[in-house]
């Protein structure tokens, strides 16, 4: 009766196990899903089944995306700035983009920061590159 038990427990550990695997797999090869329900999964923007929440786009997708994105709508994407057509709000760089840039500031003047090396407009310092976090 052990031994029936033990094995009985592994076979179900076994499919819970290719289960999991099986809806990892699924994931990674759509580009939308629920952030509530990882199961919804879909290869287009749309509405969870279940809950009816936008299906956001998985972090392989996110990272292809155009340069600016909605923080709101991942489908609305530009290559500049601007709002988005669904709900106004300003387009944000996509972090890809993000990390990309370098940005420059004054060693004694925080608040004096610029996307190019030059000159502090206060002190006249050369500012320095910024480590990113």
Do not use: R, W
Request: aromatic share 6%.
């Amino acid at each position: 009766m052990t031994f029936f038990t033990f094995f009985s427990l592994t076979a179900i550990a076994q499919d819970t196990s290719k289960h999991k695997e099986k809806m990892k797999m699924k994931m990674e090869q759509s580009k939308y899903s629920c952030p509530m329900h990882a199961d919804v999964t879909s290869d287009k923007p749309g509405k969870c089944s279940k809950c009816g929440m936008d299906l956001k786009k998985n972090e392989k997708e996110h990272m292809k995306m155009k340069e600016y994105c909605c923080p709101m709508h991942a489908d609305v994407t530009s290559d500049k700035s601007g709002k988005c057509s669904k709900c106004g709000m300003d387009l944000k760089k996509n972090e890809k983009e993000h990390m990309k840039m370098k940005e420059y500031s004054c060693p004694m003047h925080a608040d004096v920061t610029s996307d190019k090396p030059g000159k502090c407009s206060k002190c006249g310092m050369d500012l320095k590159e910024k480590k990113k976090d």
